[in-house]
């Protein structure tokens, strides 16, 4: 089994659904299975889920390696997304599958290259007569100014075999068509993409397929997007089953389904996207003319499982992945138990008896000037899924599930609110998302962010509070009347509330069209806790109903539920010890599936000790949320209104039960930011206090814990206002960090350098939390280290340290980091290991912590490496020479994204052992000792993973904010052999020979002397911009000047990069503005070409000396061989 | 505000909801559909008749009332019960709500109940008699004076009262094409569903459709094709009119049976039926043929089912559900009849089952000679 590598957009979370779920499905056929992911932060990738676990690269090379010595009798591609099939075609034409006799499962490759190649799926959709809207295939830029002439504007570009759409585009203008299509045929790996009849404003319908070898087919649900055509299915808001199709119109596309997943010969899962004529009022405005006889077309066609698939999965409780599992092997859906009913069979289509919705969580809370217009390419890093009983109540639970900080459907960006009546007509939001964006000043008559972007929903909720009708909104969003009609009643019952008196029946009425606490007090000018207390005197609890497959039909044995306001329950209180596990919500940058492999430890955990586990999560995608994950199942927005009703429901009707403990520490900040206010509604808190939390959260009060301890950290302090915030950079000294408090993934952290930055700063973060102060603390460069640890409230343990390789100022999440911390010495270790026992058993942690450290003082580079030349700089470069202070940067009482990471290197399973401490048992009664735990004869590197090609206008480079949104690790026996590993799985690695464009940052001249001699010494050609040229030829060395200056003669910058003459850019930065504007575009174009680009200078010498130590040198092996001694 | 109506049930429940469609009581056996789409189907569908039918999708109406999908001239349920029906449809097609479309026929429904809460209690008690009131003490003295559903025949409240020719051949895609006189297929109207007609019509079949007391002799006299046993409500035991003269037909022509009809042929074969505890209604269920083991996904709408341990010689069973084993097929050795318990010609549900029509063609053909 092929995993799919990194969490990237367009490729996430949900293959390690999948891919576990596939794993169990084969195991329970008595299948031994091989698997290989380069992911470490994925369940499918931990001992006991595969038989054969390797956590190495995705290359058709180490591929080949673990074919050899494995010899599996088959490959099962389709559960690895569109990186698992590309794999398959790789290794089918390098003859590797032919070689050693492996039989490709589930999708033939035919027909992998068939729904991706548009040419063969043009001519197999007209051979089953299914209609495709007139499109063509080109290879050249020349050939698609030709067609696009021919066929006329506006055009769809679609680039063949990519991930999330990637490099595509609607192009409406000449010069649109020309940078799309540009782009698109650099992202096709075959150089290919296909123009295609625009169908922007029809209807978006989906349908999951599913057939086994014996040719039963069956559909497992439809769904309907919401945004039209136009936008990526990944980046529309989604309902299942579809809302506004006839039966006919039902059965018309699902029988074209079973149409093309037979002519396809799929034996799996399929996933088949349709165009359906739009409602008569959208239809005039595209200029359509109506007809009859719905006419349709087919989109696209995914022969595999996709993440459409796992929503669907989770949608239905139609397990489709371990169904495909089964059928790759063999098994007739009528042999296939459907585990839901326990009687019935995986041969039936589910039915359900209630509306799922889906809403993608995008990234712009992080990258507010990046392009938010949302398009045939993916941005959305995650989704969360929501269930109910009608439209309105999933939809308005949805905007609570995407924690976009306690944002309701009631949220209005302050700048719309400049003049409400005078929305334009054309437009949205213009291309720099300055109409969204938070700290955009506000303009006369801002505009409604109305097309297809982020805001959308925001927007038509704020236009239909302004009394836009629902025909004038049809017209600009080209939603289905349908749509905007609902989100309208909404809208009128919100006027009830605010004019009218709270009565019981319209408490009731508003909670039955999912009015949250909150936004009910907003509305009757009341505490949420007062209608809270409104809602227990009336009686009016939410009531939990089973997701079953089959509408309540037969009885079910799974304990999958949603909330709803209606007359039955049927989750009574889970008899016996239970808790909580509070999950991680939808996946973003800075909160990735790290957290739910956490969150799925701590439930298996609690099982093994006789606990009964309870998830409360919102992301369909996730392990967290299969139904045989935990004992019990609430698919639930993450706030503290649901959680306090699923922990009431918990305690049983007449509430006098004792509430369920909760554990906060695995769902990131999600589920800790939860710690407060559950503890202050009396509801206990599994683990460390929420004082402990408090302490180490709160800016003061650690300040404080820690001096206590005479333990050092950079000066700094906490300031809610301008001045006092000069004041304290003044005292401390620029360069200084600055960022708001609470924070998870560095969110909205900068380094300044002098005064005016730190206002231009404040100026932004004070609109982001009125109530948090902001952070100021000094700049420390240095090398950072970070240690997870368990403690049990007597003793600690902590399973490794990690160094990174980058120096302090980049985020630890997009750094990479080394396992065991090879450039330490022995007293840094043992501060590092004092320390952090002292901080846990001083702030009475019980479970996890995790510690961030700055070494300062000595070379703020180690090379891992160092041969001689390389380590010419700053003297002992090994830390022993110089004096060095180990400062405590953060402490976060709570899992960390490194977990899975330390986890799979020490063999220590670190979440599961703190969830028993958590529970109560001690390290040693588990038969764990204190302190460091024996270093492993391996070294893991953990390399971070970037989506930035897909996010348009974003800068790139590594900084204090994190970017990144997944990770691969590279393990084995030595250093240079992991680093070559994660390069490679990171896509980091240099070849020799190839061009190498610099732009070096003057402060970082003098240390970027040994890594140019490195490229120099591996016969790279040397590209350079104005500064760096000079200093290169004063080297004595070959360089090849470019201008950055992009309006100054060619070739610039971009043009070596367009060209492909340059195989990696080096490109570091300062923080000052005006370079930053000089180096976007160099970092903007090696993105797009999909080369490395290096921003540190660190990264970029890791590679290097990577590069020069010769990279093949690496050993293929499975956890457990690198774990196992000699 | 909306009145409020109750859906009081045989077992006492009352469960609390408001009215739309027509003003009044419907009294019926309560039974659940579960299909997603094709609510309009449902409604017109003549075996619905007496019943009282929960959907257990709970927003309904979202498409409106079209002028199409219509399964037979009228409204046939007793009563409509959901979640949530939908007073602003979105569609090209729709005509009117489906709040008016009740209204207009005189069919009352409630909306706003806990439908799941009653599809649970009709899985769990068995289906039942349950009335839709204004009040719940009124509504279950008017339960104890109303006669049980099973009491009933309410073919001869929905079958046609004159025989009637369905449009002319119309060219259609069927096996027809080349043949020198369309085949000329007689349906026996128990409760039919147009779209059986137009699958027939669509493979270039002459349809007539004929009432349910139609003799033997007089369908004979047609000299048909072949004879359609349609499908329709109620128990086959109350039947023994419809299923003599179908005893009467076997071998002489060539006979398909669905739903109803076919567990008219089984007990004109001298098979038992039975009821089922809640039936089968909906769009998903799972069956398997026999013959090669095959699934297929089908529609479905009954309350009875035909006792796979009573079948005569000769008759075997084709096709079971997967669900429960219950007998969803039969072919006869030597007599040219088959049957199915599912509906081949879908509306509502899935289309996988239209090769049936074919079958029947087949057959049709095979004893012309």
Redo the contacts between chains.
């Keep these: 089994m092929i995993g799919s590598g990194p969490i990237v957009i367009g490729q996430a979370a949900e293959f390690d659904y999948a891919g576990t779920q596939a794993c169990k499905a084969l195991r329970e056929e008595g299948v031994e299975t091989v698997l290989v992911n380069s992911n470490p932060a994925t369940i499918m990738t931990d001992q006991g889920i595969a038989d054969h676990v390797y956590i190495e690269p995705l290359t058709v090379e180490v591929l080949e390696r673990i074919i050899e010595r494995e010899r599996p009798d088959g490959l099962l591609p389709t559960l690895g997304g569109q990186t698992g099939l590309n794999l398959a075609v790789d290794l089918a034409d390098a003859g590797v599958l032919e070689r050693y006799d492996v039989r490709l499962l589930g999708t033939p490759l035919e027909t992998i290259r068939r729904s991706e190649d548009r040419d063969f799926f043009r001519t197999f959709l007209h051979e089953i007569g299914e209609p495709e809207p007139e499109n063509i295939s080109v290879n050249s830029m020349a050939e698609a100014r030709e067609a696009a002439a021919r066929m006329g504007l506006p055009l769809v570009i679609r680039p063949a075999y990519t991930l999330g759409g990637s490099g595509g585009g609607i192009a409406t203008t000449e010069e649109e068509l020309e940078a799309i299509a540009q782009s698109g045929l650099a992202a096709s790996p075959i150089s290919q993409i296909l123009l295609e009849r625009s169908l922007v404003g029809w209807k978006e319908i989906e349908y999951e397929v599913v057939r086994d070898g ?3 087919c ?1 559909t497992v649900c439809n769904m309907e997007n919401l945004d039209p055509m136009g936008v990526h299915t990944g980046d529309s808001i989604v309902v299942a ?8 119109e ?2 018309m596309l ?2 074209a389904s ?1 149409k093309i997943i037979r002519g396809l010969g799929i034996e799996g899962g399929c996933n088949v996207q349709f165009a359906l ?1 739009p ?2 009022s959208v ?1 005039e405005v595209i200029g359509l003319e ?1 007809r ?1 006889d719905s006419p349709y077309y087919v989109i696209e066609v995914n022969p595999r499982v996709s993440r459409s698939s796992a929503l669907a999965s989770k949608a239905t409780g139609y397990p489709i992945a371990r169904v495909a599992a089964k059928i790759a092997v063999g098994r ?3 042999e296939i138990d459907n585990a839901v009913t326990g ?3 995986a ?9 799922v919705i889906k809403i993608p969580r995008w990234p712009f809370d992080k990258f507010p000037h990046g392009d938010r217009r949302t398009t045939t390419q993916m941005k959305a890093t995650g989704e969360i899924m929501v269930i109910d ?3 309105e109540a999933a939809i308005q639970k949805g905007a609570r599930s995407l924690e976009l900080g306690g944002r309701t459907l009631l949220w209005e960006d302050p700048a719309w609110r400049a003049d409400p009546l005078s929305a334009g007509r054309d437009g949205g939001v213009s291309a720099a998302g300055d109409g969204v964006a938070g700290d955009a000043p506000a303009r006369g008559g801002v505009e409604l962010p109305l097309g297809p972007n982020d805001m959308r929903l925001w927007g038509i909720m704020a236009a239909l509070r302004r009394g836009w009708s629902v025909g004038q909104l049809v017209e600009r969003t080209l939603f ?3 749509f905007i ?1 609902a989100l309208g009643r909404i809208v009128k019952m919100e006027r009830r509330l605010l004019a009218e008196e709270l009565t019981p029946d319209l408490l009731y009425q508003s909670k039955r069209l999912g009015f949250s606490d909150v936004q009910i007090g907003t509305l009757a000018d009341m505490l949420p806790e007062q209608v809270r207390n409104l809602r227990r005197q009336w009686g009016f609890r939410p009531v939990y ?1 089973t997701v079953d497959t ?6 079910a044995v799974t304990p999958y539920y949603y909330s709803t306001y ?3 329950n ?1 989750a009574p209180p889970l008899e016996g010890e239970k808790a909580l596990v509070i999950g991680s919500g939808p996946i973003r940058i800075g909160q990735g599936i790290e957290f739910d492999y956490c969150s799925v430890h701590a439930a298996i955990a609690l099982s093994e000790a006789g606990v009964r586990s309870i998830m409360v999560n919102s992301n369909p995608e996730t392990v967290s949320t299969d139904f045989d994950s935990s004992d019990r199942l609430y698919f639930e927005p993450l706030d503290e209104e649901s959680v306090r009703d699923i922990i009431e429901n918990e305690m049983g009707d007449n509430g006098d039960g004792r509430p369920p403990a909760a554990l906060v520490q695995f769902g990131g900040q999600t589920a800790i930011d939860l710690s407060q206010s559950l503890s202050q509604a009396g509801m206990p808190i599994l683990g460390s206090s929420a004082e402990a939390i408090d302490i180490a959260s709160d800016r003061h009060k650690f300040e404080d814990f820690l001096s206590s301890l005479g333990i050092p950290q950079p000066p700094g302090a906490a300031v809610t206002s301008v001045g006092e915030a000069l004041q304290v950079a003044q005292t401390i000294g620029y360069p200084a960090v600055v960022r708001p408090s609470y924070v998870l993934g560095g969110r909205a952290m900068e380094i300044v350098q002098n005064a005016t930055e730190l206002i231009r700063y404040l100026t932004a973060a004070t609109e982001m939390s009125p109530d948090k102060p902001v952070l100021i603390d000094r700049y420390m460069e240095g090398k950072e280290c970070e240690v997870d640890a368990i403690c049990d409230g007597e003793g600690i343990l902590i399973p490794g340290v990690m160094e990174h390789v980058e120096r302090a100022g980049v985020h630890s999440g997009d750094s990479m980091a080394i396992y065991p911390g090879l450039n330490l010495t022995e007293s840094e270790v043992d501060t590092i290991v004092d320390y952090t026992s002292r901080i846990g058993l001083a702030l009475g942690v019980r479970g996890l912590m995790n510690v961030q450290f700055v070494i300062h003082g000595g070379a703020a580079y180690r090379s891992p490496m160092s041969p001689p030349s390389m380590s010419d700089q700053a003297g002992a470069s090994q830390g022993g020479g110089g004096a060095t202070t180990v400062y405590v940067l953060e402490v976060n009482p709570r899992g960390s994204r490194t977990i899975p990471f330390i986890s799979k290197v020490t063999g220590v399973p670190v979440a599961r052992l703190a969830t028993r401490v958590m529970l109560g048992h001690t390290l040693a009664e588990e038969g764990y000792p204190t302190g460091l735990w024996p270093r492993q004869g391996l070294v893991g590197v953990k390399a971070p993973v970037f989506s930035m090609a897909k996010l348009v206008g974003v800068d790139w480079h590594l900084g204090p904010e994190m970017k990144s949104t997944g990770e691969v690790m590279g393990i084995d026996r030595d250093f240079p052999a992991a680093l070559t590993k994660a390069l490679l799985a990171a896509r980091l690695n240099l070849r020799e020979g190839i061009g190498v464009l610099l732009s070096i940052a003057d402060q970082h001249k003098a240390e970027a002397v040994a890594l140019i001699q490195g490229l120099n010494r591996a016969g790279c050609r040397l590209y350079a911009t104005e500064g760096t040229a000079a200093m290169i030829e004063a080297m004595g060395l070959p360089v090849i000047m470019t201008t950055k200056k992009l309006s100054e003669g060619h070739p610039n910058v971009v043009d070596v990069i367009n060209d492909g003459s340059v195989g990696a850019v080096i490109n570091t930065i300062t923080g000052v503005s005006a370079v930053l504007r000089d180096g976007f575009h160099i970092r903007r174009a090696a993105v797009e070409r999909q080369i490395p680009c290096f921003t540190s200078l660190d990264t970029a010498r890791a590679a290097v000396e990577s590069m020069l130590a010769g990279h093949s040198a690496y050993r293929i092996g499975t956890t457990r061989d690198y774990l196992s001694r000699g | 505000m909306p009145n409020e109506a109750y859906l009081v049930l045989e077992d006492g429940s009352a469960h609390r909801g408001y009215w739309f469609g027509a003003a009044g009581d419907a009294v019926g056996e309560v039974v659940f559909n579960t299909t997603m789409t094709g609510y309009q189907e449902v409604l017109t569908d003549p075996s619905y008749a007496g019943q009282l039918v929960t959907l257990t999708y709970p927003l309904v109406g979202n498409y409106g009332i079209n002028g199409v999908d219509f399964e037979s001239r009228r409204i046939q349920v007793s009563g409509l019960i959901v979640r949530e029906h939908c007073d602003t449809p979105s569609h090209g097609s729709s005509e009117r709500t489906i709040h008016e479309f009740l209204e207009s026929q005189g069919i009352p429904g409630i909306s706003g109940v806990d439908t799941r809460a009653i599809t649970r209690r009709l899985r769990s008690q068995g289906v039942m008699m349950g009335v839709i009131a204004a009040d719940p003490g009124v509504g279950l003295a008017r339960l104890e004076g109303a006669p049980s559903y099973d009491d009933l025949d309410h073919v001869r409240s929905v079958t046609t009262a004159e025989g009637y020719d369905w449009g002319r051949a119309v060219g259609g895609d069927g096996a027809q094409n080349g043949a020198e006189r369309p085949l000329r297929v007689l349906v026996t109207d128990c409760g039919l569903k147009y779209n059986i007609l137009r699958e027939l019509t669509r493979r270039g079949c002459e349809v007539r459709v004929v009432p349910a007391d139609t003799t033997a002799e007089e369908l004979l006299s047609l000299e048909p094709s072949g004879v359609l046993l349609s499908p329709g409500p109620g128990d086959p035991k109350l039947l023994d009119y419809v299923v003599e003269n179908a005893r009467r037909i076997l071998g002489r022509t060539p006979v398909m049976g669905i739903c109803l009809g076919h567990q008219i042929v089984a007990r004109a074969l001298g098979a038992e039926t039975f009821k089922l505890k809640f039936g089968h209604r909906g769009g998903n269920h799972p069956v398997r043929d026999l013959s090669d083991g095959r699934v297929y996904i089908t529609a479905q709408n009954h309350g009875y089912a035909v006792r796979a341990d009573s079948l005569p010689p000769g008759l075997d069973v084709s096709h079971i559900n997967l669900n429960d084993d219950t007998v969803e097929g039969l072919t006869h050795r030597e007599l040219p009849v088959f049957t199915i318990q599912y509906h081949s010609e879908a509306s509502p549900g899935p289309r996988d089952n239209e090769y049936l029509f074919d079958r029947f063609l087949r057959m049709m053909e095979d004893f012309r000679g």
């Design positions: 014996a040719d039963n069956i089953p579809s809302q506004t199709l006839t039966d006919k039902y059965q699902r029988t079973l004529q409602h008569p239809a109506w009859e007739r859906l009528d009687r019935t069979k041969a039936f289509e589910p039915a359900l008896d209630y509306c009983r009608s439209f289905e009347p349908w009609i109903k089959c509408a309540a039909e037969f009885d209606d007359e039955e049927e």
